[in-house]
C-alpha cells in the first residue's frame, strides 16, 4: 500500500496543476480580452450573408430518432466486438449469451421496423396505396 502512494500523489500533483492552468487561462482571457458589445454581435454569423428568418430551425424528429437509434445500436457493437475478443476464454456458455444478446437485438429491431421508427417518407398503405403524410419542419 505504501509503495503506491507516490502514484497518487503524483496523480493528485497533476491534477491540481491542471485545475490552476485551466484557472489561469480563464482568468487572463477574461482581464485581457475585449469586452465591445454592439447591435453586430447579437446576429448570427451565415458567412457574410445578411441574416434571414430566425436564427434557430427546428430538425425533423426522425433525425433524433435516427441518431439515438444509431448510437444504441453502436454501443451494442462494442460489446459484441468485446464478446469476439474474448470467444476463447468464454466459451459455450459465453457463446450462448451472445447469441441471447444478438436475438434481443435483432427482436428490438424488428419492433422498430414495424413501429415505422426508421421511416422517413410516405409509408404504403396496407391495401397497396400510397399515403401522403406531410410532417412540420
Given at each position: 500500500?505504501?509503495?503506491?502512494a507516490?502514484?497518487y500523489?503524483?496523480l493528485?500533483?497533476?491534477?491540481?496543476?491542471?485545475?490552476l492552468?485551466?484557472?489561469?487561462?480563464?482568468?487572463l482571457?477574461?482581464?485581457l480580452g475585449r469586452r465591445?458589445r454592439?447591435?453586430a454581435?447579437?446576429?448570427?454569423?451565415?458567412g457574410g450573408?445578411?441574416?434571414?428568418?430566425p436564427a434557430?430551425v427546428?430538425?425533423r424528429?426522425?433525425?433524433?430518432l435516427?441518431?439515438v437509434?444509431?448510437l444504441?445500436?453502436?454501443?451494442e457493437a462494442?460489446?459484441i466486438?468485446?464478446?469476439?475478443?474474448?470467444?476463447d476464454?468464454?466459451g459455450f456458455a459465453?457463446f450462448?449469451?451472445?447469441a441471447?444478446?444478438?436475438?434481443v437485438?435483432l427482436?428490438a429491431l424488428w419492433y422498430?421496423?414495424?413501429?415505422?421508427?426508421?421511416?422517413?417518407?410516405?409509408r404504403?398503405a396496407?391495401?397497396g396505396e400510397?399515403?401522403?403524410?406531410?410532417?412540420p419542419?
Amino acid at each position: 500500500m505504501a509503495e503506491a502512494a507516490p502514484d497518487y500523489i503524483a496523480l493528485g500533483i497533476y491534477a491540481g496543476a491542471s485545475f490552476l492552468l485551466i484557472v489561469l487561462l480563464l482568468a487572463l482571457s477574461r482581464f485581457l480580452g475585449r469586452r465591445t458589445r454592439g447591435p453586430a454581435k447579437d446576429e448570427p454569423f451565415e458567412g457574410g450573408i445578411r441574416p434571414s428568418g430566425p436564427a434557430r430551425v427546428g430538425e425533423r424528429v426522425p433525425y433524433y430518432l435516427v441518431a439515438v437509434l444509431f448510437l444504441v445500436f453502436d454501443l451494442e457493437a462494442v460489446f459484441i466486438v468485446s464478446f469476439a475478443l474474448a470467444f476463447d476464454a468464454l466459451g459455450f456458455a459465453g457463446f450462448v449469451q451472445i447469441a441471447f444478446f444478438i436475438g434481443v437485438l435483432l427482436v428490438a429491431l424488428w419492433y422498430l421496423l414495424r413501429a415505422g421508427a426508421l421511416d422517413w417518407g410516405p409509408r404504403a398503405a396496407r391495401g397497396g396505396e400510397a399515403v401522403s403524410k406531410e410532417r412540420p419542419i
